[in-house]
């Protein structure tokens, strides 16, 4: 299985913000069908005394058309969701996207249609100095 560009990145960020990576990757079945989400986190929450569990599916859009690297990762994420709903219905699952794509592209009008429709939460993440810019819920 192949990891994305900035797999590293998005792992160094999220311990950075605090989260202890549980899954590298995180692997669910669904029936028959075996799912892969690039890293599972969670995070005690000491003032509500439990646990903040998350999947995050990581892209890189930095293929040659960005809407194909849109259309490829709101499939794959409405599918992990899909799974993970099933599977693990505690665990909330994020979209990584790099803060350059974020900035550009995401901020065009049919991304953020999308995005909205489909109610994907996302994880802006910065590529260089590997830290969370903002969660997008």
């Known amino acids: 299985m192949a990891r994305d560009l ?3 990145a998005v792992k160094n960020a999220l311990i950075k913000d605090g ?3 549980t899954d590298d990757p995180f692997s669910l ?13 969670e995070r005690f929450i000491a003032a509500e005394r439990n646990n903040e569990k998350i999947a995050v599916e990581i892209k890189s859009f930095i293929g040659n058309s ?3 690297d849109f259309h490829l990762a709101v499939g794959q994420f409405i599918n992990y969701r899909i799974g993970l ?13 790099p803060n350059t794509s974020y900035e550009t592209f995401f ?13 994907i ?3 802006v993440y910065d590529t260089k100095n590997e830290v969370i810019v903002t969660w997008k819920i």
């Open 121 to 123: 939460d996302i994880l």
């Open 107 to 119: 901020k065009k009008e049919f991304p953020r249609m999308v995005i909205q429709e489909c109610q």
């Open 66 to 68: 960005s809407v194909s």
């Open 6 to 8: 900035f797999h590293d």
């Open 85 to 97: 709903k099933a599977a693990y219905p505690d665990r909330k699952l994020f979209l990584a996207i």
């Open 19 to 21: 989260w202890c990576i």
């Open 29 to 41: 079945k669904v029936g028959d069908s075996e799912l892969y989400i690039d890293l599972g986190a």
